[in-house]
C-alpha cells in the first residue's frame, strides 16, 4: 500500500486532475517542439553539419532504478577545445515500490575536449518533474473506511547540476560521436515544503547522422 507524501493528500490530487494534466501536456509539447530548433547544428568539433545530434543514455535515478533519457543540445559558442552549448532532455526512470517519475529540462553545458579525443564536462538546468507513487494508494472515503483511488501524479521543479566524462566514438564507426558517462545531482521542489535531492547516473551516446 502506497500513500501520498505530506503536503499531496489525494483529495487535492484529484481536484487537481485537470491543471496537472494541462501543466504537464503542455510542458511536453513544448519541450518536444524545441528539439528539432536545438537539433539544426554541427553537435561535434570536427564534425560535418548535420540535421540531428540525437543523445540516448541510460539514465539511473540512485545509480540502480533504471530508466532512460532521449535529448540533444545545440553549440552556443566554440573556440578551439572549448565548446558552450545548450541541452533538453527528457525520459523517465522508476523507483520499485515508490515513485515513476516523468521529466523536462533544457540547461547550459562546457566542454573541454582534449586533441586525443577525451572530453570533460560539466552542466546546470532546470526542468519539470513529474511523479506517480509506485503502489496502490487509498484515501478516506465515506463511512469512516477508505478506498483506492487514482495517483494522478505530482508537479515539481528539476534543477539540475551535473559533470561528465566523454570518448570520441569514431573507432566505433560513428566519426563524429561521443560515449559518456555523467553523475547528476537533480532536486524535486516542492516535496513536502522542501527541496528532495536525487543523484542519477547517466551512461550514453551522442551520436550525429551523417
Known sequence: MAAPPSGGHDACLLKEAPLLRVLA??????????????????????????GLPLT????????????LLVGTE?????AGWHRAFLAANMGGYRHPGNHTGLFLDGGLGYRLTLPVGLSLEAMAGLGYLHT???????A????GGVEAVTDLGRPAWMPSAAVGVGLDAGGLGLPGSRVFTRLQ????????????????????LTWNAQ
Open 140 to 143: 478516506p472515503g465515506p463511512n
Open 74 to 78: 545545440h553549440k552556443a559558442w566554440e
Open 185 to 204: 545531482l537533480f532536486g524535486q521542489y516542492p516535496f513536502n515544503t522542501y527541496v528532495l535531492p536525487h543523484v542519477a547516473l547517466q551512461v550514453g
Open 25 to 50: 501536456a503542455s510542458t511536453l509539447l513544448v519541450g518536444l517542439g524545441g528539439l528539432p530548433a536545438l537539433a539544426a547544428t554541427d553537435p561535434m568539433p570536427g564534425a560535418p553539419r548535420v
Open 132 to 138: 506517480v507513487l509506485d503502489g496502490r494508494v487509498f
Open 56 to 67: 540516448i543514455a541510460y539514465f539511473g535515478e540512485t545509480v540502480t532504478h533504471p530508466g
